[in-house]
Protein backbone atom coordinates (compact mmCIF):
# COMPACT_ATOMS: atom_id res chain seq x y z
CA UNK A 1 0.00 0.00 0.00
CA UNK A 2 1.21 3.41 -1.26
CA UNK A 3 1.93 5.98 1.50
CA UNK A 4 -0.09 8.80 2.13
CA UNK A 5 2.56 11.08 2.05
CA UNK A 6 3.42 10.09 -1.50
CA UNK A 7 -0.09 9.78 -2.42
CA UNK A 8 -0.66 13.40 -1.51
CA UNK A 9 2.76 14.44 -3.06
CA UNK A 10 1.49 12.78 -6.30
CA UNK A 11 -1.60 14.67 -6.20
CA UNK A 12 -0.33 18.07 -5.90
CA UNK A 13 -0.19 19.57 -8.87
CA UNK A 14 3.42 19.94 -10.04
CA UNK A 15 3.76 23.75 -10.75
CA UNK A 16 2.24 24.43 -6.98
CA UNK A 17 4.68 21.76 -5.87
CA UNK A 18 7.52 23.24 -7.80
CA UNK A 19 5.96 26.73 -5.96
CA UNK A 20 6.59 25.43 -2.35
CA UNK A 21 9.34 23.58 -2.46
CA UNK A 22 10.99 26.66 -2.83
CA UNK A 23 9.90 28.69 0.16
CA UNK A 24 11.37 28.17 3.87
CA UNK A 25 8.71 26.84 6.29
CA UNK A 26 8.78 30.49 7.97
CA UNK A 27 7.67 31.53 4.89
CA UNK A 28 4.90 28.69 4.32
CA UNK A 29 3.63 28.98 8.08
CA UNK A 30 3.33 33.14 7.18
CA UNK A 31 1.33 31.68 4.07
CA UNK A 32 -1.12 30.03 6.56
CA UNK A 33 -1.63 32.63 9.27
CA UNK A 34 -1.83 35.55 6.45
CA UNK A 35 -6.02 35.04 6.02
CA UNK A 36 -6.20 34.90 9.96
CA UNK A 37 -3.94 37.86 10.63
CA UNK A 38 -5.89 40.01 7.89
CA UNK A 39 -9.60 38.75 8.93
CA UNK A 40 -8.18 39.79 12.40
CA UNK A 41 -6.55 43.17 11.19
CA UNK A 42 -9.96 44.17 9.33
CA UNK A 43 -12.64 43.00 11.79
CA UNK A 44 -11.18 43.85 15.31
CA UNK A 45 -8.13 46.19 15.06
CA UNK A 46 -9.05 48.43 11.92
CA UNK A 47 -12.87 49.44 13.63
CA UNK A 48 -10.80 49.88 16.97
CA UNK A 49 -8.36 52.29 15.27
CA UNK A 50 -11.67 53.69 13.64
CA UNK A 51 -13.66 53.92 16.75
CA UNK A 52 -10.72 55.97 18.97
CA UNK A 53 -10.76 58.38 15.78
CA UNK A 54 -14.55 58.93 15.97
CA UNK A 55 -14.51 59.52 19.43
CA UNK A 56 -12.52 62.72 19.56
CA UNK A 57 -15.05 63.87 17.22
CA UNK A 58 -18.82 65.15 16.94
CA UNK A 59 -19.53 62.94 14.38
CA UNK A 60 -23.43 61.35 13.63
CA UNK A 61 -24.11 58.03 11.45
CA UNK A 62 -27.26 59.11 10.51
CA UNK A 63 -26.27 62.38 8.88
CA UNK A 64 -23.11 61.32 6.73
CA UNK A 65 -23.10 64.14 5.23
CA UNK A 66 -22.71 66.79 8.03
CA UNK A 67 -19.10 68.43 8.67
CA UNK A 68 -17.25 66.34 10.95
CA UNK A 69 -15.55 68.64 13.57
CA UNK A 70 -12.55 67.72 15.57
CA UNK A 71 -13.69 67.99 18.91
CA UNK A 72 -10.87 66.92 21.38
CA UNK A 73 -11.43 65.19 24.86
CA UNK A 74 -14.45 67.12 25.20
CA UNK A 75 -16.64 63.89 24.24
CA UNK A 76 -14.71 61.73 27.40
CA UNK A 77 -14.81 65.13 29.35
CA UNK A 78 -18.76 65.04 29.07
CA UNK A 79 -19.16 61.23 29.70
CA UNK A 80 -17.13 61.19 33.05
CA UNK A 81 -18.69 64.03 34.56
CA UNK A 82 -22.56 63.49 33.38
CA UNK A 83 -24.32 62.14 36.96
CA UNK A 84 -26.68 59.93 34.84
CA UNK A 85 -23.47 57.61 33.10
CA UNK A 86 -22.21 57.60 36.59
CA UNK A 87 -25.86 56.62 37.94
CA UNK A 88 -26.18 53.44 34.94
CA UNK A 89 -22.45 52.75 35.74
CA UNK A 90 -23.67 52.38 39.82
CA UNK A 91 -26.38 50.15 38.51
CA UNK A 92 -24.00 47.77 36.50
CA UNK A 93 -21.99 47.42 39.84
CA UNK A 94 -25.06 46.49 41.52
CA UNK A 95 -26.18 43.87 38.86
CA UNK A 96 -22.16 43.05 38.54
CA UNK A 97 -21.65 43.14 42.36
CA UNK A 98 -24.87 40.38 43.43
CA UNK A 99 -24.58 38.32 40.50
CA UNK A 100 -21.08 37.28 41.26
CA UNK A 101 -22.14 37.02 44.88
CA UNK A 102 -24.70 34.65 44.34
CA UNK A 103 -22.84 32.96 41.66
CA UNK A 104 -20.12 31.97 43.64
CA UNK A 105 -21.81 31.00 47.09
CA UNK A 106 -24.35 28.84 45.13
CA UNK A 107 -22.00 27.17 42.42
CA UNK A 108 -19.40 26.47 45.05
CA UNK A 109 -21.79 24.74 47.16
CA UNK A 110 -23.35 23.14 44.50
CA UNK A 111 -19.92 21.90 43.40
CA UNK A 112 -18.95 20.44 46.98
CA UNK A 113 -22.23 18.60 46.98
CA UNK A 114 -21.40 17.34 43.55
CA UNK A 115 -18.71 16.28 44.14
CA UNK A 116 -19.33 13.63 46.49
CA UNK A 117 -19.87 9.94 45.06
CA UNK A 118 -24.00 9.30 45.02
CA UNK A 119 -25.78 7.35 42.31
CA UNK A 120 -27.14 9.47 39.67
CA UNK A 121 -24.19 12.26 40.20
CA UNK A 122 -23.68 12.10 36.55
CA UNK A 123 -27.23 12.79 35.75
CA UNK A 124 -27.76 15.38 38.46
CA UNK A 125 -25.10 17.55 36.67
CA UNK A 126 -25.57 17.57 33.33
CA UNK A 127 -29.48 18.68 34.42
CA UNK A 128 -28.05 21.54 35.98
CA UNK A 129 -25.71 22.77 33.28
CA UNK A 130 -28.58 22.91 31.08
CA UNK A 131 -29.33 26.70 31.53
CA UNK A 132 -26.03 27.60 30.50
CA UNK A 133 -26.25 25.92 27.48
CA UNK A 134 -29.11 28.28 26.62
CA UNK A 135 -29.12 31.01 24.38
CA UNK A 136 -29.71 34.32 26.84
CA UNK A 137 -32.09 35.67 23.79
CA UNK A 138 -33.91 32.46 24.94
CA UNK A 139 -33.49 32.99 27.94
CA UNK A 140 -34.68 36.56 27.92
CA UNK A 141 -37.74 35.53 26.20
CA UNK A 142 -38.97 32.66 28.78
CA UNK A 143 -38.41 34.51 31.97
CA UNK A 144 -40.36 37.57 30.79
CA UNK A 145 -43.46 35.34 30.29
CA UNK A 146 -42.25 33.65 33.87
CA UNK A 147 -42.38 36.77 35.22
CA UNK A 148 -45.79 38.31 33.55
CA UNK A 149 -48.16 38.94 36.43
CA UNK A 150 -51.32 37.75 35.54
CA UNK A 151 -49.91 34.49 33.73
CA UNK A 152 -46.49 33.62 34.90
CA UNK A 153 -45.51 31.27 37.18
CA UNK A 154 -43.03 33.52 39.48
CA UNK A 155 -45.94 35.45 40.82
CA UNK A 156 -47.94 32.54 41.79
CA UNK A 157 -45.18 30.88 43.42
CA UNK A 158 -44.72 34.23 45.63
CA UNK A 159 -48.49 34.36 46.15
CA UNK A 160 -47.85 30.72 47.16
CA UNK A 161 -45.42 30.82 49.96
CA UNK A 162 -46.27 34.77 51.10
CA UNK A 163 -49.48 35.16 50.20
CA UNK A 164 -49.21 38.43 48.52
CA UNK A 165 -52.08 38.96 45.56
CA UNK A 166 -50.10 37.71 42.18
CA UNK A 167 -51.83 40.60 39.85
CA UNK A 168 -50.64 43.07 42.59
CA UNK A 169 -46.97 43.24 41.76
CA UNK A 170 -44.77 42.82 38.75
CA UNK A 171 -41.26 41.27 39.03
CA UNK A 172 -40.39 43.96 35.48
CA UNK A 173 -42.73 46.73 36.26
CA UNK A 174 -42.19 49.78 38.72
CA UNK A 175 -41.26 49.18 42.62
CA UNK A 176 -37.92 48.77 42.65
CA UNK A 177 -38.12 44.59 41.80
CA UNK A 178 -36.86 44.90 38.07
CA UNK A 179 -32.93 44.90 39.42
CA UNK A 180 -33.28 41.57 41.58
CA UNK A 181 -35.54 40.25 38.51
CA UNK A 182 -32.49 40.17 36.49
CA UNK A 183 -29.71 39.37 39.14
CA UNK A 184 -32.22 36.13 39.44
CA UNK A 185 -32.21 35.70 35.52
CA UNK A 186 -28.39 35.57 35.40
CA UNK A 187 -27.54 33.77 38.99
CA UNK A 188 -30.00 30.76 37.05
CA UNK A 189 -28.10 31.22 34.05
CA UNK A 190 -24.44 31.30 34.42
CA UNK A 191 -24.05 29.62 38.39
CA UNK A 192 -23.78 26.40 36.56
CA UNK A 193 -20.68 27.59 35.13
CA UNK A 194 -19.44 28.52 38.50
CA UNK A 195 -20.38 25.40 39.56
CA UNK A 196 -17.88 23.44 37.08
CA UNK A 197 -14.94 25.83 37.67
CA UNK A 198 -15.16 24.70 41.07
CA UNK A 199 -15.92 21.20 40.36
CA UNK A 200 -12.59 20.83 38.64
CA UNK A 201 -10.87 22.85 41.07
CA UNK A 202 -12.47 20.08 43.91
CA UNK A 203 -11.41 17.40 41.36
CA UNK A 204 -7.97 18.91 41.28
CA UNK A 205 -7.06 18.60 44.54
CA UNK A 206 -5.29 15.25 45.44
CA UNK A 207 -6.87 12.59 48.03
CA UNK A 208 -3.85 12.20 50.09
CA UNK A 209 -3.97 15.68 51.29
CA UNK A 210 -6.97 14.92 53.27
CA UNK A 211 -5.46 11.66 53.80
CA UNK A 212 -2.55 13.59 56.01
CA UNK A 213 -5.11 15.97 57.45
CA UNK A 214 -7.09 12.81 58.66
CA UNK A 215 -3.88 11.55 60.18
CA UNK A 216 -3.02 14.37 61.92
CA UNK A 217 -6.80 14.44 63.37
CA UNK A 218 -8.12 17.52 61.86
CA UNK A 219 -11.68 18.26 61.73
CA UNK A 220 -13.87 18.45 58.84
CA UNK A 221 -14.36 21.79 59.36
CA UNK A 222 -10.41 22.84 59.39
CA UNK A 223 -9.89 20.44 57.13
CA UNK A 224 -12.86 22.49 54.80
CA UNK A 225 -11.04 26.16 55.64
CA UNK A 226 -7.06 25.01 55.26
CA UNK A 227 -7.15 22.65 52.05
CA UNK A 228 -10.32 23.13 50.32
CA UNK A 229 -10.96 26.48 50.03
CA UNK A 230 -7.28 27.55 49.52
CA UNK A 231 -6.68 25.14 46.80
CA UNK A 232 -10.54 26.04 45.14
CA UNK A 233 -9.31 29.62 45.46
CA UNK A 234 -7.84 29.88 42.09
CA UNK A 235 -10.08 28.74 40.42
CA UNK A 236 -12.79 30.47 41.42
CA UNK A 237 -10.68 33.85 40.86
CA UNK A 238 -10.57 32.68 38.00
CA UNK A 239 -14.49 32.23 37.39
CA UNK A 240 -14.99 35.89 39.56
CA UNK A 241 -13.05 37.64 36.60
CA UNK A 242 -14.64 35.85 33.42
CA UNK A 243 -18.22 36.62 34.90
CA UNK A 244 -17.53 39.60 35.94
CA UNK A 245 -16.39 40.77 32.50
CA UNK A 246 -18.77 38.81 31.16
CA UNK A 247 -21.59 40.65 33.13
CA UNK A 248 -19.56 44.16 33.18
CA UNK A 249 -20.88 43.67 28.51
CA UNK A 250 -24.38 42.15 29.51
CA UNK A 251 -26.85 43.22 27.04
CA UNK A 252 -28.87 40.51 25.41
CA UNK A 253 -30.80 39.17 28.11
CA UNK A 254 -31.26 42.52 29.97
CA UNK A 255 -32.81 44.26 27.41
CA UNK A 256 -35.04 41.53 26.38
CA UNK A 257 -36.45 41.17 29.92
CA UNK A 258 -36.51 45.12 30.93
CA UNK A 259 -34.40 47.37 27.71
CA UNK A 260 -33.23 49.10 30.49
CA UNK A 261 -36.68 50.26 32.37
CA UNK A 262 -38.70 50.63 34.38
CA UNK A 263 -37.67 53.79 34.00
CA UNK A 264 -33.47 53.96 34.66
CA UNK A 265 -33.87 51.11 37.01
CA UNK A 266 -32.08 48.19 34.98
CA UNK A 267 -30.37 50.58 32.53
CA UNK A 268 -26.90 48.78 32.32
CA UNK A 269 -24.30 50.97 30.63
CA UNK A 270 -24.16 48.69 27.33
CA UNK A 271 -27.89 49.27 27.02
CA UNK A 272 -27.24 52.90 27.54
CA UNK A 273 -24.23 53.05 25.11
CA UNK A 274 -27.02 51.33 22.30
CA UNK A 275 -29.35 54.23 22.72
CA UNK A 276 -26.76 56.67 22.39
CA UNK A 277 -25.16 55.03 19.37
CA UNK A 278 -28.07 53.61 17.24
CA UNK A 279 -31.52 55.64 18.67
CA UNK A 280 -29.58 59.42 19.98
CA UNK A 281 -27.57 58.80 16.44
CA UNK A 282 -24.02 60.30 18.51
CA UNK A 283 -21.88 58.36 17.43
CA UNK A 284 -18.93 60.49 18.24
CA UNK A 285 -20.15 60.97 21.85
CA UNK A 286 -20.72 56.95 22.02
CA UNK A 287 -17.47 55.84 20.33
CA UNK A 288 -15.68 57.68 23.46
CA UNK A 289 -18.52 56.06 25.59
CA UNK A 290 -17.28 52.43 23.81
CA UNK A 291 -13.58 53.32 24.63
CA UNK A 292 -14.08 53.69 27.77
CA UNK A 293 -16.36 50.84 28.44
CA UNK A 294 -13.30 48.72 26.36
CA UNK A 295 -10.53 49.63 28.40
CA UNK A 296 -12.17 48.56 31.78
CA UNK A 297 -12.74 45.25 30.12
CA UNK A 298 -9.33 45.29 28.20
CA UNK A 299 -7.75 45.95 31.92
CA UNK A 300 -9.88 43.22 33.87
CA UNK A 301 -8.93 40.52 30.98
CA UNK A 302 -5.20 41.45 31.35
CA UNK A 303 -6.14 40.36 35.24
CA UNK A 304 -7.40 37.14 34.14
CA UNK A 305 -5.14 36.11 31.65
CA UNK A 306 -2.81 36.36 34.57
CA UNK A 307 -4.91 34.52 37.12
CA UNK A 308 -5.00 31.67 34.17
CA UNK A 309 -1.54 31.48 33.52
CA UNK A 310 -0.98 30.94 37.41
CA UNK A 311 -4.05 28.70 37.78
CA UNK A 312 -2.58 26.32 34.40
CA UNK A 313 1.06 26.70 36.39
CA UNK A 314 -0.26 24.53 39.33
CA UNK B 1 7.95 44.54 51.14
CA UNK B 2 11.82 45.27 50.21
CA UNK B 3 11.69 42.51 47.47
CA UNK B 4 8.66 44.31 46.31
CA UNK B 5 10.54 47.48 46.04
CA UNK B 6 13.31 46.16 45.30
CA UNK B 7 12.06 44.34 42.25
CA UNK B 8 10.26 47.93 41.24
CA UNK B 9 13.54 48.80 41.22
CA UNK B 10 15.60 46.11 39.13
CA UNK B 11 12.29 46.32 36.78
CA UNK B 12 11.02 42.68 37.36
CA UNK B 13 7.98 41.72 36.06
CA UNK B 14 6.01 40.31 39.04
CA UNK B 15 6.07 43.25 41.61
CA UNK B 16 5.32 45.90 38.45
CA UNK B 17 2.24 43.39 37.04
CA UNK B 18 1.13 43.37 40.70
CA UNK B 19 1.30 47.31 40.45
CA UNK B 20 -0.57 47.34 37.30
CA UNK B 21 -2.79 45.09 38.50
CA UNK B 22 -3.83 47.35 41.34
CA UNK B 23 -4.25 50.27 39.42
CA UNK B 24 -7.07 48.32 36.97
CA UNK B 25 -8.80 47.19 39.82
CA UNK B 26 -8.60 50.25 41.99
CA UNK B 27 -9.75 52.33 38.60
CA UNK B 28 -12.51 49.84 38.07
CA UNK B 29 -13.81 50.36 41.56
CA UNK B 30 -13.52 54.33 41.17
CA UNK B 31 -15.88 53.85 37.71
CA UNK B 32 -18.15 51.76 39.80
CA UNK B 33 -18.67 53.42 43.27
CA UNK B 34 -21.88 55.71 43.93
CA UNK B 35 -19.84 57.78 46.62
CA UNK B 36 -17.64 60.46 44.92
CA UNK B 37 -18.56 62.51 41.46
CA UNK B 38 -14.43 62.84 41.40
CA UNK B 39 -13.48 59.21 41.63
CA UNK B 40 -15.81 58.81 38.96
CA UNK B 41 -14.17 61.36 36.67
CA UNK B 42 -10.86 60.18 37.38
CA UNK B 43 -11.39 56.62 36.43
CA UNK B 44 -10.58 56.28 33.11
CA UNK B 45 -7.39 57.77 33.33
CA UNK B 46 -6.16 55.09 36.28
CA UNK B 47 -7.15 52.13 34.29
CA UNK B 48 -5.90 53.42 31.24
CA UNK B 49 -2.75 53.35 33.59
CA UNK B 50 -3.02 50.30 34.63
CA UNK B 51 -4.01 48.61 31.36
CA UNK B 52 -1.18 50.74 29.43
CA UNK B 53 1.66 49.65 32.07
CA UNK B 54 0.60 45.78 31.79
CA UNK B 55 0.91 45.70 28.15
CA UNK B 56 4.87 47.47 28.81
CA UNK B 57 5.99 45.54 31.49
CA UNK B 58 4.54 42.04 30.80
CA UNK B 59 7.76 42.26 28.47
CA UNK B 60 9.91 42.70 31.33
CA UNK B 61 12.30 39.95 32.37
CA UNK B 62 10.73 37.97 35.35
Known amino acids: MANPIDLAAQA ?3 TLARKVRGLSDRAIAWIFVAPTIFLLLAINIFPLIWTIRLSFTNYAANKPNAEVKWVGLRNYERILTDEDIWSNMTTTAHFLIWTLFFQVVIGFTLAWLINRKFKGNDLLTTL ?3 PMMLSPAVVG ?3 TFLYQPQIGMVNYIVEFFTGIPAASFSMLGPGGLAPWSIIIVDTWMWTPF ?5 LAGLRSIPDYIY ?3 EVDRASKWRQFWTITVPMVLPFLMLAVLFRGIENFKMFDMVNLLTGGGPGDETLLTSIDLKR ?7 TGYSSAYAIILFVTVFG ?4 YVKALNKVKER | MTTFLSGLLRLRRGPWEMLATILIA ?3 VMLMQPFFLWAYTWSFLVTLTGTVMFIIVSHFPE
Open chain 1, 141 to 143: NFW
Open chain 2, 26 to 28: LGV
Open chain 1, 300 to 303: LASI
Open chain 1, 194 to 198: VMLIC
Open chain 1, 128 to 130: IVV
Open chain 1, 276 to 282: EAFEKWR
Open chain 1, 211 to 213: EAA
Open chain 1, 12 to 14: TPP
